[in-house]
Nanobody, 113 residues
């Protein structure tokens, strides 16, 4: 199971850090991702981190967002800086362990101009 937290309301230019805690013992063997879904839009991949700590980002997040993981805490983070109104969405964490997929419940991020 995945439990996401850290969402909230901020003004443009602000920062938030999302956290996603995974239960169980397979976290270190899982690739982790953050997705988001804005109202009326499809869910999109925001950032991902592999078991080897390689990262990738959607173009709109590059330079502003940082994904990281702490295997000792079974936690993946998404540090979001310089937030823009278009970052407003529900953010979901996702885990893939050898093809087994799990989704967190989502945390809402609202950025006002």
């Amino acid at each position: 199971q995945l439990q996401a937290s850290g969402g909230g309301s901020v003004q443009a230019g602000g920062s938030l850090r999302l956290s996603c805690v995974a239960s169980g013992s397979i976290f270190s063997g899982s690739s982790m991702r953050w997705y988001r879904q804005a109202p009326g839009k499809q869910r999109e991949l925001v950032a991902g981190i592999t078991t080897g700590y390689s990262t990738n980002y959607v173009l709109s997040a590059k330079g502003r967002f940082t994904i990281s993981r702490d295997n000792a805490k079974n936690t993946v983070y998404l540090q979001m800086n310089s937030l823009k109104p278009e970052d407003t969405a529900v953010y979901y964490c996702y885990a893939n362990y050898n093809g087994r997929e799990d989704w967190g419940q989502g945390t809402l991020v609202t950025v006002s101009s």
